[in-house]
């Protein structure tokens, strides 16, 4: 074959390959330009969106595929204005999600609902203005997530987005929205709320008694059990009612609702005192002060309280006689750390100390020492499956645990029915807390980078206890948010590891969360370090959704099914939807690198523990995230 002939048929090659690159990009390229084109500043700020290029494989700014498909846009605090074409944008069939968090849109809302593939919308921080028809929603029967918050729309709730069959999340706060809360028709599908800042009127509808105060604050006319704010009653007849039948109405109402208020307020309060007096008497053999943070702030000793019926909540606890000068090794602090100085029991009774809370472990008390040095102690229930002696060796074996991510105790003291575990204090507080609890600065600070950083650090922490404790059954054995502290650096701290092998109640060890994983509530088989595992990619996808899961005890009617959502999703290649939107507005960030996290958790919580990923492989796939 000449020379002439080969080059000719590479010239035809050539031509034919960038005709159909050509031509298979065009489909998608043409409806995005020309949505470009509707935006007052597009050319400035979507710059390589270009001609003749592939959104998909140019990396477009903002569009989200999968292979050559795109399925999203996230155009987040770009400062677009201008029309949206969204009849362009209906080209795009496998569109699923847009997000123009943070712009400068302005106007009515555009007409979104002719796009009715859509399962998330996310318009927050905008600027647009006015009614949204009653029947908007009617044709997009696939949405779950809706987000206009931090808008001025004014008007009724659309009715029809109450009855979305699919609707996990609404947010409609910070806008004008007046007139009353329309019903939803799917309660249970709901598992986020929020419609404070508007100007909402009347009862809080039933379906939505899940949902606490702060959803509704800010709506002064609303009212209902959430509120603590009754309604008025509705008219008992159509006739009308002379003034002084209307003033004896009035009178017998008001009266049972003060009656009715004072005595649950009475009731609530003798409740809550028996309950901290309790507590707080149970732990007078070990703490010599103790004041306990609640709603209130008043104060009342507990010798006094069982004499008098003051309210107060300042508790003085007795020191036992067991204690006074005895000085038995039984009555004294056993320091494993003293990296933070040495202390010794006379220095905790001394302290000033707040309960910080009750799980399934025991109380957790807050003290500062003389030398200011802030702790936390754990009095632990049920901890006698080992005995004194073998407690003691395996509390001096946590202490000489040293890795970044691993919180180490200081001190413990141990009896036959009480252990104490002496820990320093954390101010910035929980992983759970900085996720669902904060909304602060702290929380703020959640970005990307800082995400990721938290998972790095979880996963490496944990393989650091799967090193120690090998021999364990189940090496950590509770891992879970409210079990992650938070540097102020962002640096977590695995706590309440290996207790489980402590605990002599069978009904304890079975509220711990790698003793709630699959293989132990379904498949019926024990606990193992891949139960570790399940737990791991559970803290993973909470906090790569900011989703509360409802796999940990007692929450499953607030929290979300984040395991089976996230495996969904993934399965129908719509990772992007499982992402927290509050991580994207934080700035740019690769969504790519976050589905691959996203994939991670899922590969750690699968059904079958033999199918889970090896915590070796998890943990090396997440230090190649960035």
């Not at 000719?8 to 960038?18: A, R």
């Not at 699919?166 to 709901?190: A, C, M, R, T, W």
């Not at 009127?201 to 899940?210: D, L, T, V, W």
């Not at 006074?324 to 009555?331: E, I, L, R, S, Y």
């Amino acid at each position: 074959m000449s020379t002439a002939v080969v080059s000719s048929l590479v010239l035809i090659l050539l031509t034919l390959f960038l005709f159909s690159t050509l031509c298979f990009s065009q489909p998608d390229a043409v409806p995005l330009l020309k949505f470009k084109k509707s935006l007052k500043n597009g050319d400035s700020k979507l710059k390589n969106w270009i001609p003749n290029s592939s959104p998909c494989r140019r990396k477009w700014v903002g569009v989200m595929c999968v292979g050559e498909t795109i399925i999203g846009l996230h155009l987040t605090n770009l400062g677009l204005s201008g029309s949206i074409d969204v009849e362009a944008l209906s080209q795009l069939r496998s569109l699923r999600t847009i997000r123009l968090v943070k712009n400068a849109f302005t106007g009515p809302i555009p007409e979104f609902n002719k796009l009715g593939g859509l399962k998330a919308i996310y318009l927050s921080n905008n600027q647009f203005t006015g009614e949204i028809p009653d029947t908007y929603f009617g044709s997009m029967r696939k949405l779950k997530k809706v987000w206009l918050n931090e808008n001025k729309f004014t008007g009724n709730i659309p009715s029809s987005l109450m009855q979305l069959s699919n609707l996990v999340e609404l947010h409609l706060q910070g806008n004008q929205f007046s007139g009353k809360i329309p019903e939803l028709k799917y309660p249970d599908v709901l598992k986020s709320l929020d419609l404070k800042g508007n100007q909402l009127e009347g009862n809080i509808p039933k379906s939505m008694s899940k949902f606490n105060a702060s959803t509704f604050e800010g709506n002064v006319r609303l009212c209902g059990e959430q509120l603590d704010k009754a309604c008025p009653p509705s008219p008992l007849s159509n006739k009308p009612t002379s003034p002084s039948t209307l003033t004896i109405i009035v009178t017998y109402v008001t009266f049972f609702v003060v009656f009715f208020f004072v005595i649950t307020k009475i009731a609530s309060t003798i409740e809550e005192r028996d309950e901290n007096l309790k507590n707080l008497t149970n732990f007078r053999e070990t703490l010599k002060k103790v004041h306990v943070v609640s709603g209130s702030t008043r104060h009342t000793s507990i010798e006094s309280s069982r004499k008098s019926s003051s309210n107060s909540l300042s508790l003085k606890i007795r020191q036992g006689s067991s204690q006074k000068g005895n000085k038995n090794k039984m009555d004294d602090l056993i320091m494993v750390n003293e990296e933070k100085g040495a202390f010794g029991f006379e220095d905790l009774m001394k302290a000033e100390a707040e309960v910080l809370g009750n799980g399934p472990l025991g109380l957790s008390y807050k003290a500062v020492l003389e030398n200011g040095l802030p702790v936390v102690v754990k009095r632990m229930r049920e901890m006698n499956k080992l005995g004194k002696d073998e407690f003691i060796v395996l509390m001096k074996r946590f202490g000489e645990f040293k890795h970044p991510n691993i919180l180490t105790p200081l001190a413990f003291h141990v009896r036959k029915e009480e252990k104490l575990i002496i820990s320093e204090y954390m101010p910035c507080g929980s992983l759970s807390y900085a996720l669902h609890g904060d909304r602060g600065f702290f929380h703020g600070r959640l970005n990307w980078q800082n995400r990721l950083k938290i998972i790095k650090g979880i996963a490496n922490g944990l393989g650091y206890i799967h090193t120690e404790l090998a021999t364990n059954v189940v090496p950590h054995g509770n891992l879970k948010s409210s079990n992650v502290l938070l540097t102020e650096s962002y640096d977590p701290l695995l706590s309440d590891y290996g207790f489980h092998t402590l605990v002599n109640s069978d009904r304890v060890v079975q509220g711990l969360l790698a003793f709630r994983s699959p293989e132990c509530l379904q498949i019926q088989q024990h606990a193992s370090p891949n139960s570790d595992v399940y737990c791991l990619g559970i803290v993973i996808l909470e906090i790569m959704t900011g989703k509360h899961p409802s796999q940990y005890l007692n929450d499953d009617d607030s929290g979300i099914d984040i395991v089976q959502w996230a495996e969904s999703s993934i399965s129908e290649n719509h990772g992007e939807e499982l992402i927290d939107p509050e991580i994207l507005s934080s700035g740019i960030a690769s969504i790519d690198q976050m589905i691959k996290i996203i994939r991670i958790g899922v590969a750690c919580t699968k059904n079958n523990p033999d199918q889970r990923l090896s915590l070796n492989d998890a943990i090396n796939i997440i230090q190649d995230v960035n």
